[in-house]
């Protein structure tokens, strides 16, 4: 999945810089695949393995209630050091050193100044910073389009979404939670806003919840295949398994030929 070899990974969990949560067990879940993912990134824009640890004991100790330093903050890289992003300053761990954001100058290359625009245009301009490029500055440009558009309207749906979105896939699941909440609070009949909220509660084990909302977007949108997809584990996963079957069949119907039709077809030939 992250193409990390097998040495790699054992040098790592030696640094004590990745481990799998629970002790004794060395499957990792997604938290931990979270964790990995950011690890990789970081080394493979020229951060040292050993300085990274140094760094994650750093935070550790200067931020004495983050557990998981590489999945609950913001982390970049300059190519040599680590720097944390946090309440909007930008800071060298090892050292605690302040330091300039040096990805000020690309971001401003990147993001347009549109006077007298409102909140639709700086979501199309996000979308177009997403489309146009998956690298950290360009998602941060696309990011802070997002976050323009909610300053002009604090109830942009696809604003929230989007953001969100963005969250979920850094890893913040915090973050696009509280998005996706805030969506579906100013937006109760919007299909993806509690397809999207499920979907994290689910990946953060809150499974009833995600069951509810879940619910709620099949009810609003019967022909959303990954909403029912999505809603059949969750069932699963609590022992709902009638309710399960119903949606897995469901499933099927609306989206044979996916590359996740296999695991469901799978799920209805379990006996239970």
Same mark, same amino acid.
């Given at each position: 999945?992250?193409?990390?070899?097998?040495?790699? =990974? $054992?040098?790592?969990?030696? @640094?004590?810089?990745?481990?799998?949560?629970?002790?004794?067990?060395?499957?990792?879940?997604?938290?931990?695949?979270?964790?990995?993912? !950011?690890?990789?990134?970081?080394? &493979?824009?020229?951060? /040292?393995?050993?300085?990274?640890? +140094? /760094?994650?004991?750093?935070?550790?100790?200067?931020?004495?209630?983050?557990?998981?330093?590489? $999945?609950?903050?913001?982390?970049?890289?300059?190519?040599?050091?680590?720097?944390?992003?946090?309440?909007?300053?930008?800071?060298?761990?090892?050292?605690? *050193? !302040?330091?300039?954001?040096?990805? !000020?100058?690309?971001?401003?290359?990147?993001?347009?100044?549109?006077?007298? /625009?409102?909140?639709?245009?700086?979501?199309?301009?996000?979308?177009? +910073?997403?489309? *146009?490029?998956?690298?950290?500055?360009?998602? *941060?440009?696309?990011?802070?389009?997002?976050?323009?558009?909610? &300053?002009?309207?604090?109830?942009?749906?696809?604003?929230?979404?989007?953001?969100?979105?963005?969250?979920?896939?850094?890893?913040?699941?915090?973050?696009?939670?509280?998005?996706?909440?805030?969506?579906?609070?100013?937006?109760?009949?919007?299909?993806?806003?509690?397809?999207?909220?499920?979907?994290? @509660?689910?990946? !953060?084990?809150?499974? &009833?919840?995600?069951?509810?909302?879940?619910? @709620?977007?099949? +009810?609003?949108?019967?022909?959303?295949?990954?909403?029912?997809?999505?809603?059949?584990?969750?069932?699963?996963?609590?022992?709902?398994?009638?309710?399960?079957?119903?949606?897995?069949?469901?499933? =099927?119907? @609306? &989206?044979?030929?996916?590359?996740?039709?296999?695991?469901?077809?799978?799920? =209805?030939?379990?006996?239970?």
């Amino acid at each position: 999945m992250l193409d990390i070899s097998e040495k790699q =990974l $054992t040098y790592w969990e030696k @640094l004590k810089l990745v481990a799998p949560r629970k002790k004794g067990d060395k499957t990792y879940d997604f938290r931990d695949l979270i964790t990995l993912r !950011t690890a990789k990134q970081l080394i &493979d824009k020229g951060v /040292s393995a050993q300085r990274l640890q +140094r /760094s994650i004991v750093a935070m550790q100790k200067q931020l004495a209630e983050v557990q998981s330093p590489l $999945t609950e903050l913001r982390i970049r890289s300059n190519g040599k050091d680590v720097i944390v992003e946090r309440a909007g300053m930008h800071l060298e761990p090892i050292s605690g *050193q !302040t330091v300039l954001n040096f990805e !000020t100058r690309e971001l401003k290359e990147k993001v347009r100044v549109m006077p007298h /625009s409102n909140a639709d245009d700086w979501v199309s301009l996000g979308v177009e +910073r997403e489309e *146009q490029s998956e690298s950290e500055a360009g998602l *941060q440009a696309a990011a802070e389009a997002y976050e323009r558009a909610l &300053d002009l309207d604090p109830g942009h749906v696809d604003a929230l979404n989007n953001l969100g979105m963005l969250s979920y896939e850094q890893g913040l699941l915090e973050d696009a939670t509280l998005l996706f909440r805030r969506a579906v609070e100013l937006h109760p009949d919007h299909v993806i806003s509690h397809f999207n909220l499920g979907s994290v @509660l689910e990946e !953060t084990g809150k499974f &009833d919840q995600a069951r509810h909302h879940l619910r @709620l977007a099949v +009810r609003l949108d019967g022909q959303h295949a990954d909403a029912h997809y999505n809603l059949a584990f969750v069932c699963d996963k609590i022992g709902a398994y009638v309710e399960a079957r119903r949606h897995w069949k469901r499933y =099927l119907e @609306l &989206d044979p030929n996916s590359s996740w039709a296999s695991y469901a077809r799978k799920r =209805l030939n379990h006996k239970k």
